[in-house]
């Protein structure tokens, strides 16, 4: 599924916008960093009952992808019952867009049934 991004990324309490991160990080604040985007997932689904990852270009993309695994470990280990919800996303940049990914982690009940 694509979505034609058109909504104010302000409105949104549960969108954690991930970026590519520097390339002289070592694997210390890499690790870090990660905890830190892993952290916001999980308190973001927990306040909101959802949580978005959302990123343009590879290396950004890979680590939403990893961000959303660790926060889906974090929220494993306390119970929490929720379904990972992936899809493209078009972002316009004023005169260009691009295509990104949106990672939505959603909580549901013990039938699977989304909670709103």
């Known amino acids: 599924m694509i979505k034609d991004e058109k909504d104010n990324i302000e409105s949104d309490p549960t969108l954690l916008l ?6 002289d990080f070592t694997k ?3 690790s870090a960093e990660m905890k ?7 308190q973001t689904f927990l306040k909101h009952g959802k949580a978005k990852f959302r990123a343009v270009g590879k290396s950004a993309s890979y680590r939403a992808l ?11 280990k306390r119970g929490e019952q929720f379904l ?7 972002i316009d940049f004023g ?10 982690l959603v909580k ?7 909670i709103d």
């Open 18 to 23: 991930v970026s590519a991160g520097r390339i």
């Open 66 to 76: 990893k961000a959303c695994i660790m926060t889906k470990g974090e929220l494993s």
């Open 36 to 42: 830190k985007l892993t952290n916001a997932g999980v």
């Open 95 to 104: 005169e260009n867009k691009r295509s990104g990914i949106n990672l939505e």
């Open 84 to 90: 990972v919800d992936p899809s493209f996303v078009v």
């Open 28 to 30: 210390e604040e890499e």
């Open 108 to 114: 549901v009940d013990r039938s699977n049934n989304i």
